[in-house]
């Protein structure tokens, strides 16, 4: 059964640390991996897209790693500001039909601390 | 920023009354989606269209329905509103070229049905 798992469930942190979020996946076959940013009450926002071949991925502040062997992902939040509070969302995309079936994790809630 | 809207942002309905949720894009996508979101928990598709006069079923069950008579136009119908039928409804759009095409999606429809 295609899953994405993402741990940690919540995650509080002072203002100015970093954090890592994390993604599980046994999607196959696989297409690529996403991460989103979604604030309370809006829709998801795209921070990166991962393929097969690519390991790493900045965006700003934000890095995300895949290794596809494992079927893991992260994503590192460098320097976090009160504006990164949000859930990240590990979306993992298939390449079994023309959709690309999306697979969506829970996310994990980031909260930041003055 | 993504030019996909959706309207209405919040709505209160009560049980048996006709609802249908607007979306739009004007970018010019063919893939469009409606994806159904319960506080905390990931996005499950109800909803997906290739383009124009062309609707799918996803993975979640729904009592509602979709068209698709203008590619840039994407209204979700619920006939008679349920209280099971709270929750938000996002709808999203990509091009439809390759499955590694950044998603956007619009804010979100929050429905509460009372």
């Known amino acids: 059964k295609n899953q994405v798992e993402q741990s940690p469930q919540s995650l509080i942190i002072l203002e100015g640390k970093n954090c890592t979020l994390q993604?599980?996946?046994?999607?196959?076959?696989?297409?690529?991996l996403r991460w989103y940013k979604q604030d309370t009450g809006r829709g998801p926002v795209s921070l990166t897209i991962m393929t097969f071949s690519e390991n790493t991925k900045s965006n700003g502040r934000y890095t995300a790693t895949l290794d596809a062997d494992t079927k893991q992902s992260s994503l590192h939040i460098t320097a976090s500001q009160l504006s990164d509070s949000a859930s990240y969302i590990c979306?993992?995309?298939?390449?079994?039909?023309?959709?690309?079936?999306?697979?969506f994790g829970r996310g994990t809630q980031l909260t930041v601390w003055p | 920023e993504a030019d996909i809207y959706q309207t209405p942002r919040y709505l209160v309905i009560g049980t048996g009354k006709k609802i249908t949720l607007e979306c739009s894009q004007t970018m010019g996508h063919d893939k469009m989606y409606w994806y159904q979101q319960d506080p905390g928990m990931e996005l499950h598709l109800i909803h997906y269209?290739?383009?124009?006069?062309?609707?799918e079923k996803g993975d979640l069950s729904s009592e509602s329905t979709v068209s698709r008579i203008r590619t840039e136009h994407f209204p979700l119908t619920l006939e008679s509103a349920r209280p099971s039928h709270t929750s938000q409804y996002l709808c999203?759009?990509?091009?439809?070229?390759?499955?590694?095409?950044?998603?956007?999606f619009g804010e979100g429809s929050w429905l509460t049905v009372v």
């Open positions: 979306v993992v995309s298939d390449r079994g039909s023309t959709l690309g079936r999306l697979y």
């Open positions: 269209s290739y383009g124009v006069n062309s609707t």
């Open positions: 999203a759009s990509t091009p439809s070229a390759g499955t590694g095409n950044t998603i956007y």
């Open positions: 993604c599980n996946y046994t999607v196959s076959p696989f297409s690529n």
